[in-house]
T-cell receptor, first 117, second 114 residues
Framework: DAGVTQSPTHLIKTRGQQVTLRCSPK?????VSWYQQALGQGPQFIFQ???????QRGNFPDRFSGHQFPNYSSELNVNALLLGDSALYLC????????????????FGNGTRLTVT | KNQVEQSPQSLIILEGKNCTLQ??????????LRWYKQDTGRGPVSLTI?????NTKSNGRYTATLDADTKQSSLHITASQLSDSASYIC?????????????FGAGTRLAVHP
């Protein structure tokens, strides 16, 4: 049973460029969340996709956009890269539930390490 | 403001020793509290999830406690091993707008030395 897979594992880009990161969720999961983790910090929530729509969004500018495909896989796009975008980008998958009783754990991929020079 | 604070920021212990990591939160309304282990260069892996009514949960040598009244949690590691060297992240979930929103702490970096 494949877990969450992300590609590429490492990426080096130049300021001003655009980047696309990819994520395949754990088998059976239908919800994908993206996080940005700076060195020495906890993950920061970017957005969440469910049924091919953005369902929640964190405090990130419009340069960060995403997409979810019918097979539940997802892409994160970042335009006009800044040096401060250098981070580990984590994808996490889960099974959609609503209500405060939802306690299923998030399953994380190993991330894409993005370096902007 | 909804925040999760962890202490200490980093910790060094000798192999075989026990340790306790702390997590204080000001998240409301509270849904659940999770502890994750993150090895360097890897994604976080879930250790425990506790709801409001649970005050302790174990996963092998890891035992998490929750005091919902004081809004504090701890993660106790027993008989530490070199493989326990990692960051441990406390995550509190709040229920808002029909969804659970996760708020991450900055983590405690644990180093276990032989």
């Amino acid at each position: 049973d494949a877990g969450v897979t992300q590609s590429p594992t490492h990426l080096i880009k130049t300021r001003g460029q655009q980047v696309t990161l990819r994520c395949s969720p754990k088998s059976g999961h239908d919800t994908v969340s993206w996080y940005q983790q700076a060195l020495g910090q906890g993950p920061q929530f970017i957005f969440q996709y469910y049924e091919e729509e953005e369902r929640q969004r964190g405090n990130f500018p419009d340069r960060f956009s995403g997409h979810q495909f019918p097979n539940y896989s997802s892409e994160l796009n970042v335009n006009a890269l800044l040096l401060g975008d250098s981070a580990l980008y984590l994808c996490a998958s889960s099974l959609a539930r609503t209500g405060s009783s939802y306690n299923s754990p998030l399953h994380f991929g190993n991330g894409t390490r993005l370096t902007v020079t | 403001k909804n925040q999760v604070e962890q202490s200490p920021q980093s910790l060094i212990i000798l192999e075989g020793k026990n340790c306790t990591l702390q997590c204080n939160y000001t998240v409301s309304p509270f849904s659940n509290l999770r502890w994750y282990k993150q090895d360097t260069g890897r994604g976080p892996v879930s250790l425990t999830i506790m709801t409001f009514s649970e005050n302790t949960k174990s996963n092998g040598r890891y035992t998490a406690t929750l005091d919902a009244d004081t809004k504090q949690s701890s993660l106790h590691i027993t008989a530490s091993q070199l493989s326990d060297s990692a960051s441990y992240i406390c995550v509190v979930s709040r229920f808002s707008g029909g969804y659970n929103k996760l708020i991450f702490g900055a983590g405690t970096r644990l180093a276990v030395h032989p």
